[in-house]
C-alpha cells in the first residue's frame, strides 16, 4: 500500500517557539492532504485540508494564523505550530488521499508535539 | 459539529469472545472505513466499505453498512489479547473532497 511519513515523530519544545511538521507521500502524489490533531483518549478532529498549490481550508474553529499549512509539492504538506503554547500539547497525523484510485486514506505515523 | 459517535465508548472482553462496535453518522457518504489505533501509535487502516455495499469481510472482521438507518458495526471474531486498541470508524462524504471525518472511537481491551 501507499505510504505516508512524518517528521518528527515526536518534539518537545518551549512555549512561544514555533514548530514545523512535515508530511510526505514517499510513493504517489497527494494534490491534497489533511492535518489532524489528538487529545489523550480522544478521536482525531479534523483541522484543515491542505491543497497543493492554493490556500488550506481550515475547519471552523481553527486558528489559521496559529496553525500554518503549506502544501509545497505534490508529495510534502507542512504544518507549522507557531507561538506554541502547552495547550497545543497534542498528537498530529496527517493523511492523504490515494487520488483517483479510491477514498482510501493513508495515514502517517503521527507526530507527538510537547510544549513547555 | 460532524463527528460521528461509536458505541459502545469502552469494551471490555475476554480472548476468544466476539466485539462488537457500532457507528452512526449523520450525512450522506462515500465510503466508510475503520481504523485501529494502538495507544500513543498511529492509525491501522482495517476495511473500507463502500455506500454500494452492505457487508465486508476481512479475516476476523466483519463489517456492516445500513446507509438508511446512517450506521456500520464492525464484529471482530474470536478476538485476541493483540487486538487491544480503540477502534474508530471515519466517514468520507459525498461532496468528493475525500474529506474524512471521524467517530468518537470505542476503546477495546481483550482480557487473556
Known amino acids: 500500500g501507499a505510504v505516508v511519513s512524518q517528521h518528527p515523530s515526536w518534539v518537545i519544545c518551549k512555549s512561544g517557539t514555533s514548530v514545523k511538521i512535515e508530511c510526505r507521500s514517499l510513493d504517489f502524489q497527494a494534490t491534497t492532504m489533511f492535518w489532524y490533531r489528538q487529545f489523550p483518549k480522544q478521536s482525531l478532529m479534523l483541522m484543515a485540508t491542505?491543497?497543493?498549490?492554493?490556500?488550506?481550508?481550515?475547519e471552523q474553529g481553527v486558528e489559521k494564523d496559529k496553525f500554518l499549512i503549506n502544501h509545497a509539492s505534490l508529495t510534502l504538506s507542512t504544518l507549522t505550530v507557531t507561538s506554541a503554547h502547552p495547550e497545543d500539547s497534542s498528537f498530529y497525523i496527517c493523511?492523504?488521499?490515494?487520488?483517483?484510485?479510491?477514498?482510501?486514506?493513508?495515514f502517517g505515523p503521527g507526530t507527538r508535539l510537547t510544549v513547555t | 459539529s460532524q463527528q460521528g459517535e461509536e458505541d459502545p465508548q469502552a469494551l471490555s472482553i475476554q480472548e476468544g469472545e466476539n466485539a462488537t462496535m457500532n457507528c452512526s453518522y449523520k450525512?450522506?457518504?462515500?465510503?466508510l472505513q475503520w481504523y485501529r489505533q494502538n495507544s500513543g501509535r498511529g492509525l491501522v487502516h482495517l476495511i473500507l466499505i463502500r455506500s454500494n455495499e452492505r457487508e465486508k469481510h476481512s479475516g476476523r472482521l466483519r463489517v456492516t453498512l445500513d446507509t438508511s438507518k446512517k450506521s456500520s458495526s464492525l464484529l471482530i471474531t474470536a478476538s485476541r489479547a493483540a487486538d487491544t486498541a480503540s477502534y474508530f470508524c471515519a466517514t468520507a462524504t459525498t461532496s468528493g473532497t475525500y474529506k474524512y471525518i471521524f467517530g468518537t472511537g470505542t476503546r477495546l481491551k481483550v482480557l487473556a
Open positions: 450525512t450522506s457518504i462515500n465510503n
Open positions: 493523511s492523504a488521499p490515494q487520488t483517483g484510485i479510491s477514498y482510501e486514506q493513508y
Open positions: 491542505s491543497n497543493e498549490g492554493s490556500k488550506a481550508t481550515y
